[in-house]
């Protein structure tokens, strides 16, 4: 096989990454946006020892669970990189990760639920983190093709609130007609290098933050005014990002106009955004994941709960009404800020967080002696490290609730949870993500020894 060789493949599989996987003369080929069950035509872009990297030329056979997008440049950039198979198998691919995983860790017997749909499929995103480029001469947003920095202008971005794209595109008129020059990363020169919004679906308030390479520029006292009489904008923030590199976010944020945070809620419970603070992306099904959470962890008043990688303290405050006491820990400052403030601000007494590392705040709080009836861990991709694992069972838990956006690392973190006198019989996916091939799933760890 050679590069520019077109071949016929019989797709049988998809990756974790939803490129559709063939296999010929002994190699696997990964096609892009090919569907289990087709026959393509395909090019072959990249030819290694063992696989190779496929464009579709021809569908000569179509699956019956493709569907049509309407813009390819969705599927082309990554944006929406399942959003060329129909819901349900959607929701299917998501399990069968899980599922996967489960049969290399040699845990068939563990169960499986059915991946709980998104209320909303399109337009669920409370947040759009967008670059800024020229193209042709002229400063836009759009989005990276996959694997590059070819900014692909788009307009519409499907799984965003539409009304976070309305805002998009007035922001990017107004740095347009104000002849502000956009990032240009090959010298680290210009000026704007993303556009952040977000939006709170519970109160409509808006915050439009600008990533740039100055703290100043000519044109931001009239760009700032601008951006606070579109409809709806409660904050505008510059996000000061001086460095050559990949990474969004620089470390300080300058408040240019309107509110520090915006309020969402999630159930019952308000919450205060800092610009910086995570907050979960789908906003009408985060509390059908924290429901799942809650439910399973079967909370009783006595309990002391943990809430690792707190984030802005959206479980434990979430449950502090139900329980004796909530700590929690979260690396990012101006998050716990926010945690401490929202608890106040929703008249609970009984739950306080603290910066730092989990990996470190739970060995000290161990090391105190700290007793703990249930656990909540939320950590990043990277999932938890032996250290904390170590500390979190050394405060005796009856239940450890894992919720995980990285299935990989998670089943990799409960098999050493296993190996310490817990265990569990189920996972369930919930679909946080739809459009990607991005897995969130729970899990419930519970102890049988001690
Ligand atoms: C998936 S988010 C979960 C946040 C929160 N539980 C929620 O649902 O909104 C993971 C959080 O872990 C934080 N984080 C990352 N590494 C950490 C670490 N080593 N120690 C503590 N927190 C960390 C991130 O800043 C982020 O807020």
């Not at 010929?24 to 080929?29: A, I, R, W």
């Not at 198998?89 to 399990?95: N, S, T």
């Not at 709806?232 to 001086?242: C, D, E, I, M, R």
């Not at 929703?346 to 703990?372: D, S």
Request: charged fraction near 30%; hydrophobic fraction near 40%.
């Amino acid at each position: 096989m050679q590069k520019n060789q077109i071949v016929d493949l019989e797709i049988t599989d998809l990756s974790y990454e939803a490129m559709g996987v063939a296999h010929l003369d002994g190699m696997t080929v990964f096609v892009n946006n090919a569907l289990p069950g087709e026959i393509v035509s395909a090019k072959l872009l990249k030819v290694k020892k063992n696989f190779a990297f496929a464009k579709i030329e021809k569908i000569k056979k179509e699956s019956p669970d493709r569907i049509n997008v309407k813009l390819r440049q969705w599927v082309q950039t990554g944006l929406a990189s399942l959003a060329h198979i129909k819901y349900d198998k959607q929701l299917e691919f998501k399990r069968n990760q899980v599922v996967n995983l489960l049969h290399k860790a040699d845990l068939d017997n563990v169960k499986v639920g059915q991946t709980m749909p998104s209320p909303e499929e399109t337009g669920y995103r409370n947040k759009a983190q967008v670059p800024v480029r020229e193209v042709n001469g002229k400063l836009d947003i759009g989005f990276f093709r996959k694997h590059s920095h070819d900014l692909v202008p788009l307009t519409s971005f499907f799984t965003t609130d539409p009304e976070i794209d309305r805002v998009l595109i007035k922001v990017r008129d107004i740095l347009r007609k104000n002849h502000v020059p956009a990032y240009d990363e090959i010298h680290n020169k210009g000026e704007v290098r993303y556009l952040e919004v977000r939006r709170s679906k519970a109160t409509g308030e808006i915050m439009v933050i600008l990533v740039c390479l100055h703290k100043d520029f000519p044109q931001l006292k009239e760009v700032t005014k601008e951006i606070s009489e579109i409809k709806g904008v409660t904050s505008v923030v510059l996000n000061h990002n001086p460095k050559k590199t990949n990474v969004i976010l620089g470390k300080k944020d300058y408040l240019l106009w309107g509110e520090p945070q915006i309020t969402d809620k999630i159930g019952d419970v308000s919450f205060k955004i800092s610009p910086q603070s995570f907050f979960q992306i789908n906003s009408l099904q985060t509390p059908r994941l924290y429901d799942l959470a809650i439910q399973k962890a079967d909370l009783k008043p006595d309990d002391v709960v943990i809430d690792a990688y707190s984030g802005i303290g959206t479980i434990g405050l979430s449950v502090a009404k139900h329980v004796k006491a909530v700590r929690g820990m979260e690396v990012i400052e101006p998050a716990v800020e926010d945690a401490n403030a929202n608890a106040k601000l929703n008249g609970i007494t009984n739950a306080e967080y603290v910066v730092g590392k989990a990996e470190e705040v739970m060995p000290r709080w161990a090391k105190e002696g700290l007793k703990t009836d249930v656990i909540f861990v939320d950590p990043p991709r990277k999932g938890l490290t032996p250290e904390f694992i170590d500390a979190a069972v050394e405060t005796n838990p009856k239940k450890i609730v894992y919720i995980s956006c990285n299935p990989a690392t998670m089943v990799r973190d409960l098999q050493l949870f296993k190996e310490q006198g817990y265990d569990f019989d189920e996972i369930d996916p919930v679909d946080m993500f739809p459009q990607t091939p991005h897995v969130e799933a729970v899990a419930v760890l519970e102890r049988t020894e001690k």
